[in-house]
């Protein structure tokens, strides 16, 4: 997939959520399951020697984003391409994911991402029908904060 699929998949990972007893943790993975997660808005706001906050998503490029993620039962994921497919990227990739005991963060992995490890993000808002993820990269002078919104198709 192009270089800004890996850019969705990134901030797909990003998100907050309450601590839950054992029994909520089966719910709130069966709220992200079987739905076709697709990104509708996305900002990286910057704090440190660069500041302010930029639309991540009017970047994308019209072919990105119809893209999806279906988050499956046994812990796979796809991420599709939807109807209109990019130059040089193939229809579907398969990855894997999970969710923490606190139900406050997501693990993804994909080779989309880069590399074998999962991305990590924390889980701000879960609903039948929409998904934030946050994630943060901190370097010595600049901090980014990645807000992405998916919204269930």
Known sequence: ??????????????????????????????????????????????????????????????????????????????????????????QMAMGTWDINSDQTKIYINSPELGGSAAVQMDIAELSSSKLVLKNTIVQPDLTAVTTTTFTAQ
């Open 1 to 90: 997939m192009q270089r800004s699929s890996l850019i969705v998949l990134s901030l797909l990972l990003v998100g907050s959520l309450g601590s839950c007893k054992k029994d909520e943790v089966e719910s709130k993975a069966g709220t992200l399951t079987g739905k076709k997660w697709q990104v509708t808005a996305a900002t990286v706001t910057y704090t440190g020697s660069q500041t302010g906050t930029e639309d991540a998503y009017k970047t994308l490029e019209a072919c990105e984003k119809d893209n999806y993620i279906v988050f499956n039962s046994n812990k796979s994921l796809e991420v599709n391409e939807g109807k209109n497919v990019c130059a040089d990227s193939e």
